[in-house]
């Protein structure tokens, strides 16, 4: 391939050129096969944000898992870094977070390269400001093995896609279980990005792109901020990566053999951060070289992508921020929120899909057929990519939510990403929208250290609650509405409560003892008739009820007085109206 020459011109160029200072990276010295330990990672940054102290700015932000700091890098050529003073003055910020994945290093490495070729001059970058996270996933970084990556060509050595309590980091962003999670939301709501990129390497189905791309869903991100992301943004990434001899398929969420078979844009809610962003109004990116090519490709394909966003952000940040700002007023209005979406299998695109035709072979270990992917049989294929997603959940946002003070973990969290709280200043009764969880699906094995709860149903009642002086009250006008309603509404596919935040209400607290109840129950009953005649139809409905005398007690008990109030009742409440 052509680009492999020019990228060891390249880096033989670079030898030349930074030899003297000593700012050649591990990649570049092995050739494109080597990455960097992660102590060695930051080290060059600083030693970068040391040599040119005008445009690069180094800081720590928070701690992690591994008990080592977060560190963010600020690329500015004006050498600004308040974001305040940034965005006051229009420029467009974009934020690349490597090293999610340890194992999948390309872009730690085309960050350090490209953040020295910025402030050198050699790439000239004066519009946009660029911060880098180096390594996301610190304590993967520092588990570094040659066989992490069983499928991966290169590096020699890398990280592992656990942190250090073995999370996976990319399904963390709205649980937030590890401190990491909770230092990116700290740099995330600082930077306020207009652009977001991640870097991975994927897995999958063999075929010839080096990069393929996981942009925000734009029918998730919105009106005009979306339009332009479909209609321009991506036509323009699109046709730029091709001319740099890296043409970029949209990854590739196909399983099995035959991919140009077509398949759905890959649905990103909010545990994964292109998702996330979205809530915020930012447009994202994960990439995702294909884990077959060489290193060398994977790399320079990382460097030269998260170049082509900044030339995309020269020629429309200020309209990016624009339509961001005009959003985010939106939102604070808008009266209707879609939880769930689902592709449009009747309105695809067309792209041009460059594969390698699939075939069986037997197995050398087994003899039976296994498959393979024949590359003296490349292709070329126009094939349907289902982009368009409608939602399948729209919920009406309330005037506000109110949440007891005892449910401190999730309040939080919502402090954390700059949601507004209040505080109730005295005791008092509301009449409120009540959720009760009538049915859910809880997973049978635990994932990422949760038993994630899907298919939630709900019976919504309006009731009056007293509150206690200390509780939250927060208002539905906020430019952090998305965040709030995914967070908040339990049918949403990452709501806290899918994630278990809300699990102690699911088992009642109180019982009874069915020698004593039954008196108490009775003479209930003869004070409801009511009731008793709700039981009879019950009974003559279902046989089982009517044969089970303890069935019926607990049917009469659900609806009494002593039923505590708590089970099942959903500890958000909705203060409806507009």
């Not at 003055?89 to 390309?106: Q, R, S, T, W, Y």
């Amino acid at each position: 391939m052509r680009r492999v020459f020019l990228t060891l011109a390249l880096a033989i160029l670079t030898l030349c050129t930074y030899a003297q200072e000593d700012l050649t990276t591990l990649f570049e010295k092995s050739g494109g096969t080597e990455t960097p330990p992660y102590h060695e990672v930051i080290a060059y940054f600083k030693k970068l944000s040391e040599a040119y102290p005008k445009q690069i700015k180094m800081k720590p932000v928070g701690k992690t898992d591994s008990g080592e700091p977060l560190h963010l890098v600020i690329y500015n050529a004006e050498g600004v870094f308040d974001f305040d003073q940034i965005h006051a003055a229009g420029k467009p910020v974009l934020f690349v977070n490597n090293g999610i994945h340890p194992g999948e290093p390309d872009g730690i490495d085309a960050s350090m390269m490209l953040l020295r070729d910025m402030a050198s001059g050699k790439v000239v970058n004066k519009e946009v400001v660029v911060a880098f996270v180096p390594v996301y996933n610190i304590g993967g970084h520092l588990n570094r093995s040659a066989f992490n990556r069983v499928n991966q060509n290169g590096p020699i050595e890398s990280g592992f896609r656990g942190n250090a309590q073995n999370l996976n980091l990319n399904r963390d962003f709205m649980k937030a279980d590890a401190l990491n999670t909770l230092a990116f939301y700290e740099i995330f709501h600082e930077l306020k990005p207009d652009y977001y990129i991640e870097t991975h390497v994927s897995n999958g189905a063999d075929y010839q792109h080096v990069m393929t791309l996981l942009p925000t869903q734009h029918n998730k991100l919105g009106g005009t901020l979306g339009d332009y992301l479909k209609q321009e943004m991506l036509p323009y990434l699109y046709a730029d990566m091709k001319q740099k001899d890296f043409p970029m398929i949209p990854y590739v969420n196909a399983y099995g053999a035959t991919p140009e078979n077509g398949w759905a844009q890959f649905n990103d809610p909010p545990r994964f951060s292109s998702g996330f962003a979205a809530l915020f109004h930012t447009i994202g990116f994960i990439t995702e070289t294909h884990m077959l090519k060489p290193y060398d490709q994977r790399t320079a394909s990382t460097y030269e992508f998260i170049r082509t966003v900044i030339e995309s952000a020269k020629q429309d940040g200020a309209r990016v921020k624009e339509m961001r700002k005009s959003t985010a007023n939106a939102v604070k209005t808008q009266k209707d929120f879609a939880l769930e979406y689902v592709p449009n299998r009747e309105k695809p695109s067309k792209i041009a899909f460059m594969g390698y035709e699939a075939a069986y072979k037997p197995s050398e270990i087994s003899g039976k057929p296994r498959l393979y992917y024949d590359r003296t049989k490349p292709f070329t294929k126009e094939i349907n990519f289902y982009d368009h997603f409608e939602p399948r959940l729209i919920i009406e946002k309330p005037k506000a939510y109110i949440i007891p003070q005892g449910w401190h973990e999730v309040i939080g969290l919502l402090e954390k990403n700059g949601v507004q709280l209040s505080r109730l200043t005295e005791d008092q009764e509301v009449e409120v929208g009540t959720y009760y969880i009538e049915d859910f699906k809880t997973a049978s094995s635990p994932f990422e250290k949760h038993y994630l709860h899907s298919d939630i149903k709900v019976r919504k009642v309006s009731q009056k609650v007293k509150f206690r002086k200390g509780d939250y009250r927060i208002e539905l006008n906020q430019s952090a509405n998305r965040y709030i309603i995914e967070a908040l509404e339990p049918q949403g596919p990452d709501s806290f409560f899918a994630w278990n935040f809300f699990d102690a209400i699911l088992a009642s607290k109180e019982g009874y003892s069915a020698y004593i109840f039954e008196d108490l129950a009775a003479e209930w009953l003869a004070q409801n008739p009511a009731i008793q005649k709700e039981l009879e139809a019950a009974k003559a409905a279902d046989d089982k009820l009517a044969e089970n005398g303890n069935a019926q007690l607990r049917w009469v008990y659900e609806r009494s007085p002593w039923k505590e109030k708590e089970h099942m009742r959903y500890p958000v409440f909705r203060v409806e109206g507009n």
